[in-house]
């Protein structure tokens, strides 16, 4: 089958100038002999408009050139399609990205959706809302949500809100089921991942596959503020193994799980972020894998 790209770009993602970023698409894509078509994103912009439009073009291949936001966006839209999702990344984070191996150089990017190697790759859902990378109840959104007002972008500015919601936070009241097993745990935070990364490689739950079927858990619990850092360093570095659901419950600081799905009841409304962005929180949240959902270009 000929190939036809939908290109789309957001111009606002990352730190760095997408001035050029057009042009070299143009430019490839035309040496190339691709038919292909360039959509700029606005605040309006949604899956299903994506969707719809890469559709009546006839497009093969839908390609996020943006942060993980636009990922999350153009992966909804592509999310159980024929079309595959390429990736350019040029945001701040770029977790799936980096995931997934796909090089943070537009040109060395490129050359991986040119050369059109197809993963299945999971996805999940929060509820009704779509996820593909990471969702966060607690600190972790709070920063996700200073980080959206931020007029700056880029790992600088994430690490200072980080530091700043660190000496704020308090842990949250959450009741968690897992496999029919339930459990109450008073915690900083509590990140599902289908990637490894919250992005820029602080890979919070190492283990992590896209392709696995299974959300890794990682629940920050309730400890002394100042061991935390040391807590989550230790998670980073991978040192935490995975536990069976009873194991170590009360005496350990940080929980790292696997399953197809977790209920969370969220009893005092700690923030919520699905890929890097806020979103609405709710009291009863379910995350459920959907294996298999997206044809993603690899190395």
């Keep these: 089958m000929k190939r036809r790209y939908f290109f789309v770009i957001n111009p606002k993602a990352g730190t760095r100038s997408k001035d050029g970023l057009e042009q070299f698409i143009q430019q490839r894509a035309a040496d190339d002999g691709v038919e292909h078509h360039i959509y ?35 992966a909804a839209a592509v999310k159980n399609t024929h079309m595959n999702l390429g990736i350019i990344p040029v945001g701040s984070g770029n977790g799936l990205s980096r995931t997934a191996n796909i090089p943070l150089k537009p040109s ?7 050369a059109g190697k197809v993963v299945k790759a999971d996805s999940f859902c929060v509820n009704r809302q779509f996820a593909c990378m990471l969702a966060g109840l607690g600190m972790d959104a709070a920063v996700a949500e200073r980080f959206s007002h931020s007029s700056r972008r880029g790992l ?3 690490t200072t809100q980080t530091l700043i919601e660190f ?3 308090q842990p949250y009241q959450f009741e968690v089921c897992i496999d029919e097993f339930r459990f109450h745990t008073d915690a900083f935070f509590i990140s599902v991942a289908n990637s490894n990364q919250f992005g820029n490689n602080v890979t919070i739950a190492p283990l992590a596959s896209i392709s696995d079927g299974l959300l890794d858990i990682v629940i920050v619990q309730k400890m002394p503020k100042a061991q935390l850092p040391f807590a989550l360093l230790r998670q980073i570095r991978g040192n935490n193994k995975l536990k069976a659901m009873a194991d170590e419950l009360g005496s350990k600081h940080v929980l790292y799980l696997q399953a197809r799905q977790v209920q969370v009841r969220n009893l005092q409304q700690a923030p919520l972020h699905i890929d890097g962005d806020p979103a609405h929180t709710e009291t009863e949240l379910c995350f459920k894998m959907n ?4 044809n993603l270009l690899v190395p």
Aim: aromatic fraction near 10%; hydrophobic fraction near 40%.
């Design 40 to 74: 700029l994103t606005s605040s309006t912009t949604n899956p299903y408009t994506l969707q719809h439009l890469a559709e009546e073009f006839a497009a093969t291949d839908m390609i996020a050139c943006g942060g993980d936001g636009t990922v999350n966006m153009v």
């Design 291 to 294: 294996p298999a959902s997206i």
């Design 108 to 114: 060395a990017a490129y050359e991986v959706i040119k």
């Design 156 to 158: 600088v500015t994430y």
């Design 167 to 169: 000496f704020k936070a």
